[in-house]
């Protein structure tokens, strides 16, 4: 039996911006969301895919509903990268990200793995934009 991972859950304070980040600025597509009880939604928000070599998990966006979960937004994961968006064309990526003020934290370097830059969406998550080597 096959398995993949198929989305990651997100903790965001607001529906609406993360929507506004993830569809109008990042370029994802929405591909569900769903009222559910308690004021509560179905988010589920996808990178570009290349169909052919479908590899792509989603997010889930989920609104923080306790003081512990508001905590954890913009820190999922200990003050470290908690993403990474693999792209086949880094600078147009990159340019396009520029042009639509997207919070970058560093300027873009070359590694062993790939040319890569770390990026913040609203809520403080950093992400690494890389193409890999």
Do not use: H
Not at 77 to 98: C, I, K, P
Not at 100 to 120: C, H, N, S, W
């Amino acid at each position: 039996m096959a398995q993949f991972i198929s989305a990651v859950t997100l903790v965001v304070s607001d529906y609406e911006t993360a929507i506004n980040f993830y569809v109008n600025k990042m370029g994802f597509t929405l591909e569900c969301d769903t009222a559910l009880p308690d004021n509560k939604r179905w988010i589920i928000v996808s990178p570009p895919v290349d169909v052919s070599n479908s590899k792509g998990c989603s997010l889930l966006l989920a609104k923080a509903t306790s003081n512990a979960q508001l905590s954890s937004i913009g820190n999922q994961a200990g003050g470290r990268v908690f993403l990474l968006l693999t792209t086949e064309n880094f600078d147009r990526d990159y340019n396009s990200m520029v042009e639509k003020d997207i919070t970058f934290l560093e300027t873009p370097r070359q590694e062993p793995y790939g040319k890569v830059v770390v990026f913040a969406d609203p809520f403080g998550n950093k992400w690494d934009l890389i193409e890999p080597a």
